[in-house]
Nanobody, 121 residues
Framework: QVQLVESGGGLVQAGGSLRLSCAAS????????MGWFRQAPGKEREFVAA????????SNRDSVKGRFTISRDNAKNTVYLQMNSLKPEDTAVYYC??????????????WGQGTQVTVSS
């Protein structure tokens, strides 16, 4: 049974940083795309970033370019999202995703449960 467990969320002031982690288990993920989505209250879930199986290709949504960096460690079946210069509009529940296609739309096969990120102004 595939499980994706996120960690690293929390409350941070605007301009601060957080690093999200997502550990995958119950399968072999080295050939999959791994990524992050987020959902703010009252809004639809949106793509944030994705990274190819070998870490060579990555994509980010425009609003986080230059601030967020996605990376992965296949030996640990883990994907990371380093978030710098956080803004209040980054407040959302962040979801880990595993699937296909680095470029949008990512085809998601598995979802994590989500971790809350709150950025105060």
């Amino acid at each position: 049974q595939v499980q994706l467990v996120e960690s690293g969320g929390g409350l941070v002031q605007a301009g601060g940083s957080l690093r999200l982690s997502c550990a995958a288990s119950g399968g072999t993920f080295s050939s999959y795309v791994m990524g992050w989505f987020r959902q703010a209250p009252g809004k639809e879930r949106e793509f944030v970033a994705a990274i190819s199986w070998n870490g060579v290709s990555a994509s980010n949504r425009d609003s986080v370019k230059g601030r967020f960096t996605i990376s992965r460690d296949n030996a640990k079946n883990t994907v990371y999202l380093q978030m710098n210069s956080l803004k209040p509009e980054d407040t959302a529940v962040y979801y880990c995703a595993v699937g296909r296609r680095v470029v949008q739309p990512m085809i998601v096969e598995y979802w994590g449960q989500g971790t809350q990120v709150t950025v105060s102004s």
